[in-house]
């Protein structure tokens, strides 16, 4: 028993740092869980794990539950991550940076392997179900901050209105894709103004 925690332990250390390292900041902030990068990059990046713990589990103890165990393991590491970084150090609203659901897809691509027993049909059929489930999985969590609201004359997201309320300075600039309006979020306590007014033009 001892042993399983240590490896439970060891997998959700490896999973939480390869996972924060790669897709992490679209799987921080709520206002970055948009249409668009969010949906590509973290079913991309959450599916390597979950596979690779997969296979040891299938072919050392002909057990299907790998994928189940590495999302386990990465929600509790991203909660414990959550509460006391950002709730325990800052007091940011921890409704603000609550982790991507991965179970679903998780429990998919388990499911698939068990029944087909193939690694070949699990890589076809179980990721396309892991990238297919995840942005309905979570659509209940993200949908009200999707909401049209206007700001001084400025229609946005209620996403996008919590960026401008709580600024993140230490957030780098560079991983944003480069839009009009872009640094507005951050305010000018990030970029000078100069930059700002550049950006806003047209």
């Not at 897809?105 to 388990?110: F, M």
């Not at 049909?121 to 901050?145: D, E, H, K």
């Not at 507005?184 to 033009?201: C, H, S, W, Y």
Request: charged share 10%; glycine share 8%; proline share 5%.
């Amino acid at each position: 028993m001892g042993l399983l925690v240590l490896l439970f332990f060891a997998v959700l250390g490896g999973y939480h740092v390869h996972f924060m390292l790669t897709a992490g900041d679209w799987d921080f902030w709520v206002d970055w869980k948009d249409r668009r990068m969010w949906p590509t990059v973290v079913p991309i990046l959450g599916v390597t794990f979950c596979a690779a713990t997969q296979a040891f589990w299938w072919v050392n103890f002909r057990l299907p539950f790998g994928a189940v165990f590495a999302a386990l393991g990465l929600l509790l590491g991203e909660w414990i991550n959550r509460y006391v970084n950002f709730w325990g150090w800052t007091y940011f609203p921890i409704s603000l940076v609550f982790p991507s659901a991965l179970i679903v897809p998780a429990i998919w691509l388990d499911v698939i392997l068990l029944l087909s027993g193939s690694y070949v049909i699990t890589a076809i059929v179980g990721s396309l179900g892991w990238g297919l489930l995840f942005y309905p999985n979570n659509w209940p969590a993200i949908a009200a901050f999707h909401q049209a609201t206007e700001q001084h004359g400025q229609l946005m997201t209620l996403a996008d209105l919590i960026g401008f309320h709580f600024v993140r300075t230490s957030m780098p600039e560079y991983i944003r894709m480069v839009e009009r309006g872009t640094l507005r979020t951050f305010g000018k306590d990030v970029a000078p103004e100069g930059r700002i007014r550049l950006n806003l033009q047209d």
